[in-house]
């Protein structure tokens, strides 16, 4: 189970965040960019105020399009504190 694997390696490296945060958003925008799903990580996530799948980035909401420009400059698994982590090309870790 991939995702779960990967979800543990994540989740144990941002662990100061995800505990300071009250969601994190597993944002995964594929390179066909046909559709972006979102995943909502946290305790707050019951009352989350995003879907769960965007067909386009300018869909998305503007302060986590904000977030994913800002991550889209970095380095695979570089962290910027109250942003997130770009974990892969197509991967996301956006702290809310």
């Known amino acids: 189970m991939m995702w779960g694997t990967e979800m543990k390696q994540v989740v144990s490296t941002l662990h100061d965040d995800l505990l300071s945060s009250d969601r994190v958003y597993r944002v995964q925008i594929p390179i066909d960019r046909k559709y972006i799903t979102v995943i909502c990580i946290g305790i707050e996530c019951i009352d989350k105020e995003l879907k769960n ?43 809310g």
């Open 53 to 95: 799948c965007y067909h386009s980035i300018n869909d998305l909401p503007n302060w986590l399009q904000g977030k994913i420009a800002v991550l889209m400059l970095c380095d695979f698994n570089e962290e910027i504190r109250g942003v997130g982590r770009r974990v892969r090309e197509d991967l996301f870790y956006i702290f």
